[in-house]
Structures are given as structure tokens and as C-alpha cells.
């Protein structure tokens, strides 16, 4: 197979789709020889629907013939995290206690994907419950880094990283309430958007959290715009979903004389080398764009990553707390932990988490009015072992000890500033061969922001994925 049409962007499918000069079905084919031939070595996906895929694929074909085609994503294959429904399929958000079960009812997201076409050809591997950086089940096995596979893929998207990077589908689906959507984006070189808060519909519960969003992933930034816009907007089903809906144009103007703010730490994460030095070149290449790029001190301290786990303990892990009298013996290591610890949160600790929550935005939302954006790493650590157990194992940042959960990624304060857009991009290599990432952070609900400032990066570096820069699997 053409490694050329395993990494064509979706947005370049779509076009070659119009001209008839590629078909769904080659293009599908080609995805699923690579899928299963990586299945054993990546462990990228949990379910796979192939034979049906195959179906709509020729059937997206004769459309494409006609020059009808249903939607803006028709004939691409969108694989979809294994957390969300599709009515009639299975979904086992990677645990054993949701290993049969079959869902009746299609997640909003999920019914906007398949409206527009879009074939979902596999299920993407999540830790359990999402409830971790990493991604390794009882029930599935442990997902690798295609460029590393010693090393993790991140989490919780993790299944959905790897199957972009393995060239395995076109676009991909994430969700993110510590980081999930950009960790994994992060650690496998690709372009994970964070909406703001109510941008994107997600199910009941967790859609009224606010640290909780859905969103796109994808080998390009053009590609998560398209993914973007078709997931976005108020939905009935969501009480917390933005009125009206916002559609990102394809297009924007150059960035030269905007100001950046750059946090290499954020003020308080020990941050890897190989991170740093990326980063410090990532900002190098806005200020060639014409932007300036100042060094910050946020003023933000440890109580913030404190706060945000004292958040997640108190709700996340409250419900997965409900789990463990009926199913504890099913649980991974890391998701009983994770619900243990949880019986010992408060309300007190609950409300101090949104008083820190209060006073850190106080110090980002007039930075913010200062500059265009604010950028720094997205992971402060390339990646941690794939086998990574973060209730057992310890890690260190350049030598410092950190919290195993959460500690070596960068991500979560901004779930608490969950009204701010983040977009994670790649900004190069790690000695290991992991990628690393960096986040752009806006001003509230001002995608558009982040989006002009990451197309006039990717555009000024050349773009991801070409010949010679992919994953040797």
C-alpha cells in the first residue's frame, strides 16, 4: 500500500473524492490492511466494523459518482473513541464491566459524524473508564506509541492517537477532562483541539462539567477545523450547548504583529529538556511569523494542579466510585484507585477546588487581554512506559518527582480555565523518538484565535506527516 494515502489528509481525500481520482473504498482498504496489520505490535483499536465499513464505503463510492454527496465528510473513515454510542454497537469504554454492553442510543457527537457520511470502520482504545494518561486495559491490552512503541500513546484518547499516527483512519474523535484529547495528541505528533466549555455536545452526565469537552483529533490543522465544525453547536439533548453554533472558516490571515505570551512551566511543572528546547523553538518560529513572543510569569503555583485533582477526585472519580461495591474485583489497578481515593473527598475540598479555579483565572484573563494567546508545552514529558500504572509506578520530570497521574503533562489547568480554546500541535522530537506538543491557549470562546495562530505555524513548519517523518512500523 502507498504510505501517500495512509497519511492524505482528510481534507485532500475529500478533494481527490470530487475529482474522482480516489475512491472510499481504496482509501478504506488501505486503512484496514494497515489496522490489521498493526494490531498485535499498536493495539490502536477495540471493536472494528470492517465488513460494514466496506459497504458504506461502496456505497459512498457510487455517490461520489453521481457528484452527490450526502455530507461534508462522506466516504471518510472516522474512528471513534470507544467511550461514546452508537445505537446497536457496542461500547465498552475499556472496562470489563461494560465489556457486553450494547448501546440504544447514538451519542450527539457521534449522530452529527455519521449524518455527514463519515464511515466508523473501529472503536479507538481508552484506558478505563478515560480515567487515565495512558492507555492499557484488562480488557483490551495495552495500546502503543507508533512512533515508540516502549512508550505510551498518552490518555485517555490514546486509541484515537495511535490509529492517526499508524495512518489507520482519516479523522479521529477524543474527549478530554484532564488533558485526553491533547496528552495523546501531544505524545503521537498530531492536532488535538480542546473547545470551550458548551461548544461541543457530549452525554448526561459529564456534559455538565465543565471540565468535560469532546472534540476533534487529526494529522493536520484544516482536518480538526473540518472534524471542529461538524461537531460543534447547541444540541438538544445538551442543556450546556452554545447558541449559536460556530462555524470555523478554512482560511486565515497571517499573524504578524500579534503578541504571544510563552510559559515554558506554567510557574510551577518541572519540564523535560527536550520539551523545553522545543518548545523555545516553537516560539522562535511565531516570532519569524512576525508575531512577538514575550516570557510570562503567570503567577499560577502547585495549589493549581492540587485544586484540579481535588476537582476530578471529587466528581470523576465519585462516579467511578459507585462502581466498586458491584464491580471493584473488574477494575484496572489505576481506575479502583482512582475511585478509592475519591471516598475521601468533601464537599469543602470540592468548593476550595473552584476558589483556586476563581483566583488562577484572575491571573490568566488579564494576561489574556494583553496578548493574542498564550503558548507552552502541552506535556511536560514526552511520554511515560506504555505499560505505565500510574496507582503503582512513580515518575520524575528532569529529575524532580511528580504526581504519576497527572504530574508530567500540562494540560489540566486549562480544563479548569475550561472556557479557554486550547489546540495542541506538534513542535518536534524527543531523544526517544516521541513527539512533543504545544498548547495554545485563547482568550474565552475565541476558537477562532487559536486556530489562525496553529494554521500560520503548521504552515511555517512545513506541515506533519510528510515522507520520511512517520512512524517506522
Not at 512503541?149 to 479521529?172: E, H, I, K, V
Not at 452554545?242 to 482560511?251: G, H, N, Q, V
Not at 500504572?389 to 489547568?413: A, Q
Not at 485563547?442 to 505555524?457: E, I, K, L, N, S
Request: charged share 20%; aromatic share 8%; glycine share 10%.
Amino acid at each position: 500500500m502507498s504510505e501517500d494515502l495512509l497519511y492524505m489528509t482528510a481534507t485532500e481525500a475529500l478533494g481527490r473524492f470530487a475529482a474522482r481520482t480516489l475512491s472510499p473504498v481504496e482509501l478504506l482498504d488501505a486503512q484496514i490492511a494497515r489496522a490489521e496489520a498493526t494490531a498485535d505490535s499498536i493495539n490502536a483499536f477495540t471493536y472494528t466494523h470492517f465488513d460494514e465499513a466496506r459497504e458504506a464505503a461502496r456505497a459512498s463510492e457510487a455517490r461520489w459518482q453521481k457528484g452527490a454527496p450526502i455530507g461534508c465528510l462522506d466516504g471518510l473513515p472516522v474512528a471513534i473513541k470507544d467511550e461514546s454510542f452508537i445505537a446497536g454497537k457496542p461500547t465498552s469504554g475499556g472496562s470489563l464491566i461494560m465489556k457486553d454492553h450494547i448501546a440504544t442510543h447514538t451519542s450527539p457527537l457521534n449522530e452529527r459524524i455519521l449524518a455527514e457520511g463519515a464511515i466508523v470502520h473501529a472503536r479507538t482504545a481508552t484506558p478505563e473508564f478515560s480515567c487515565a494518561g495512558v492507555t492499557w486495559t484488562r480488557a483490551w491490552g495495552v495500546t502503543r506509541n507508533p512512533w515508540n512503541p516502549d512508550m505510551t500513546p498518552g490518555g485517555s484518547s490514546g486509541g484515537s492517537a495511535a490509529s492517526l499516527a499508524l495512518g489507520t483512519s482519516s479523522l479521529a474523535t477524543g474527549s478530554d477532562i484532564g488533558g485526553s484529547i491533547r496528552i495523546p495528541a501531544s505524545c503521537c505528533g498530531l492536532v488535538g483541539y480542546k473547545p470551550p466549555y458548551g461548544r461541543n455536545p457530549d452525554d448526561p452526565p459529564f456534559n455538565l462539567d465543565f471540565y468535560c469537552h469532546t472534540g476533534p483529533m487529526a494529522r493536520s490543522v484544516p482536518d480538526a477545523i473540518l472534524l471542529q465544525n461538524v461537531m460543534c453547536g447547541p444540541h438538544p439533548h445538551d442543556i450546556s450547548t452554545l447558541y449559536p453554533k460556530l462555524t470555523l472558516p478554512a482560511e486565515y490571515p497571517g499573524i504578524k504583529g500579534w503578541k504571544i505570551a510563552l510559559s515554558v512551566d506554567l510557574g510551577f511543572f518541572a519540564v523535560d529538556p527536550d520539551v523545553r528546547r522545543n518548545t523555545l523553538a516553537a516560539a522562535d518560529v511565531f516570532r519569524s511569523l512576525g508575531a512577538t513572543v514575550e516570557e510570562v510569569d503567570i503567577g499560577w503555583g502547585p495549589e493549581v494542579l492540587e485544586a484540579c485533582m481535588d476537582y476530578l477526585s471529587h466528581l470523576f472519580g465519585g462516579a467511578l466510585s459507585m462502581e466498586l461495591e458491584a464491580h471493584g474485583d473488574l477494575m484496572t489497578t489505576y481506575c479502583r484507585d482512582f475511585a478509592e481515593k475519591s471516598l475521601a473527598s468533601s464537599p469543602q475540598k470540592f468548593v476550595q477546588s473552584l476558589g483556586v479555579a476563581g483566583q488562577s483565572y484572575l491571573k490568566l484573563g488579564p494576561l489574556l487581554e494583553r496578548y493574542d494567546c498564550l503558548i507552552c508545552p502541552t506535556n511536560a514529558l514526552p511520554a511515560v512506559p506504555a505499560d505505565f500504572d500510574p496507582s503503582r509506578d512513580s515518575v520524575s520530570v528532569d529529575g524532580t518527582p511528580v504526581r504519576p497521574e497527572l504530574g508530567w503533562v500540562m494540560t489540566t489547568p486549562f480544563n479548569m480555565m475550561s472556557r479557554c480554546p486550547v489546540l495542541s500541535v506538534p513542535s518536534g522530537f524527543a531523544a526517544n523518538g516521541v513527539p512533543t506538543g504545544l498548547q495554545i491557549v485563547g482568550p474565552t470562546y475565541r476558537d477562532g484565535v487559536v486556530m489562525q495562530a496553529a494554521m500560520a505555524f503548521e504552515a511555517a513548519s512545513g506541515g506533519w506527516f510528510a515522507p520520511g517523518h512517520r512512524p517506522a512500523v
